[in-house]
Nanobody, 117 residues
């Protein structure tokens, strides 16, 4: 079973930037989507950005124009470029790969992003 490993989190000042990376340890087939989620303390996990194999991208309204999701399929990697970060972006960020046939969700271990002065 493939595993997802994230990196790139950390502490950044408001207005700063971070890039999160997620790499799969093995090839995953029948992928329906790749996505980034986040979970802030006391809140439910929420979808931040999603990209389909055909390249259709959706963003949560709170990050539109500031975050960019991308992937390099040959490298089994996905990225989340985060610009103009705000304190409310503080959360643990998780990468996700959703597979069908059979249906399964792969999750990374999570990486902490803290936006604070």
């Amino acid at each position: 079973q493939a595993q997802l490993v994230e990196s790139g989190g950390g502490l950044v000042q408001p207005g700063g930037s971070l890039t999160l990376s997620c790499v799969a340890s093995a090839t995953i087939v029948n992928i329906v989507s790749r996505a980034w989620y986040r979970q802030a303390p006391g809140k439910e996990r929420e979808l931040v950005a999603k990209i389909t194999p055909s390249g259709v991208i959706t963003y949560d309204d709170s990050v539109k124009g500031r975050f960019t999701i991308s992937r390099v399929i040959a490298e089994k990697r996905m990225y989340l470029q985060m610009n103009s970060l705000k304190p409310e972006d503080t959360a643990v960020y998780y990468c996700n790969v959703h597979r069908v046939v059979p249906p399964y969700d792969y999750w990374g271990q999570g990486t902490q992003v803290t936006v604070s002065s």
